[in-house]
């Protein structure tokens, strides 16, 4: 079924932030205008690209005036998100990182799910695929269950990356990105919206989350493996009252156990076995004993161990 545009104003607007991958977001913004349902606006912001993003995306507007480009000095992606929908015209606002892609069917669906709903002013959330190469493997979500800790839910059990999101532009007039915060701030801002409004699942696949080797946050680098320490104490802070002291402590510690691994890919040994015994001392679950022979061979120390603990 093909849906044609009749009203004024679009009903989807796709903000896509990007910077210096003009192949790649040129790609994003063709599987936006394949999309089946074409009520919608596509709206590209260039935060400060010094490659060929900008000719290649207007070539694009010359032929389809849904897409939009904005040029920026170079502010990370989420002021870029936040501007994306300051500019916005449409009654929901989805995103789409610049080297992901979307099903042709994706608002389509999205449009079916936010009409069979009781309310329209939630975060909508669908499931989707990642494509590593020629590996295609599903991102399934949980659905959330009446009653249950929403928090707990979107901070710990469904880790629901930015794609994969459509929101009220009603809610996102309120709550923004917070543009202090450069890994994990997309956790944040949902865990600040769902405090207040209701989260929704589409149970379609319909999002592609392609890993090209070079996405910003990769855990195993030492800076952005403090980032997400220092954002997941930010969120702590804030919903200390709303979370359980268990959930609260898990996070913390697998914050902690990835500046672990973080330390140990930078051959710093000594912190990396540091933050693993603040992790396991933190929190202890079935994957203690695991951790804890990981920061003995973090340490140099794996000859101690039995020989099937031994890394091969």
């Given at each position: 079924?093909?849906?044609?545009?009749?009203?004024?104003?679009?009903?989807?607007?796709?903000?896509?932030?990007t910077?210096n991958r003009?192949?790649a977001?040129?790609k994003?913004v063709k599987s936006v205008?394949a999309?089946t349902y074409?009520?919608?606006?596509v709206?590209?912001?260039?935060?400060?690209s010094?490659?060929?993003?900008?000719?290649?995306?207007?070539?694009?507007?010359?032929?389809?005036?849904?897409?939009i480009?904005?040029?920026?000095?170079?502010?990370?992606?989420?002021?870029?998100?936040?501007?994306?929908?300051?500019l916005a015209k449409?009654?929901?606002?989805?995103?789409l990182?610049?080297?992901d892609?979307?099903e042709?069917?994706?608002?389509?669906?999205?449009?079916?799910?936010?009409?069979?709903?009781?309310?329209?002013?939630?975060?909508y959330h669908?499931?989707g695929?990642?494509?590593?190469?020629?590996?295609?493997?599903?991102i399934?979500?949980?659905?959330?269950?009446?009653?249950?800790?929403?928090?707990?839910?979107?901070?710990?059990?469904?880790?629901i990356?930015?794609?994969?999101?459509?929101?009220?532009?009603?809610?996102?007039?309120?709550?923004?990105?917070?543009?202090?915060?450069?890994?994990g701030e997309?956790?944040?801002?949902?865990?600040?919206?769902?405090?207040?409004?209701?989260i929704?699942?589409s149970?379609q696949?319909?999002?592609?989350?392609?890993?090209?080797?070079?996405?910003t946050?990769?855990?195993?680098?030492l800076?952005?493996?403090?980032?997400?320490?220092l954002?997941?104490?930010?969120?702590l802070?804030?919903?200390k009252?709303?979370?359980?002291q268990?959930?609260?402590?898990?996070?913390?510690?697998?914050a902690y156990?990835?500046?672990?691994?973080?330390?140990?890919?930078?051959?710093?040994?000594?912190q990396?076995?540091?933050?693993?015994?603040?992790?396991?001392?933190?929190?202890?679950?079935?994957?203690?004993p695991?951790?804890?022979i990981?920061?003995?061979?973090?340490?140099?120390?794996?000859?101690?161990?039995p020989?099937r603990?031994?890394?091969t």
């Open positions: 079924m093909v849906e044609t545009m009749t009203e004024t104003q679009p009903l989807f607007s796709v903000v896509i932030p910077y003009s192949n977001v040129v994003a205008l999309q074409t009520n919608f606006e709206i590209v912001v260039d935060d400060g010094t490659d060929d993003t900008s000719s290649e995306i207007e070539k694009l507007t010359r032929n389809d005036n849904r897409v480009y904005v040029f920026q000095e170079n502010q990370e992606r989420s002021a870029s998100r936040n501007n994306g929908v300051a449409g009654a929901f606002i989805c995103f990182d610049s080297d892609l979307y042709p069917d994706h608002l389509f669906l999205l449009k079916k799910t936010i009409d069979q709903g009781e309310e329209t002013a939630a975060l669908v499931n695929k990642l494509k590593a190469g020629e590996k295609t493997t599903q399934t979500f949980p659905k959330h269950i009446a009653g249950e800790n929403t928090l707990e839910y979107v901070l710990l059990k469904a880790i990356p930015t794609s994969f999101v459509c929101i009220s532009k009603s809610i996102l007039q309120e709550h923004q990105f917070n543009i202090e915060l450069y890994v997309d956790r944040e801002l949902w865990s600040r919206i769902v405090a207040n409004h209701p929704v699942l149970n696949f319909t999002v592609v989350q392609n890993d090209l080797g070079d996405r946050v990769d855990v195993l680098n800076k952005t493996a403090n980032e997400n320490l954002t997941t104490q930010l969120i802070k804030r919903v009252a709303e979370l359980p268990a959930s609260q402590k898990k996070m913390l510690s697998a156990f990835k500046l672990a691994q973080s330390y140990l890919a930078n051959q710093q040994r000594l990396a076995v540091l933050f693993i015994f603040r992790a396991v001392l933190l929190y202890r679950d079935k994957y203690t695991s951790l804890l990981f920061a003995i061979q973090a340490a140099g120390l794996g000859f101690l161990l020989s603990f031994k890394q």
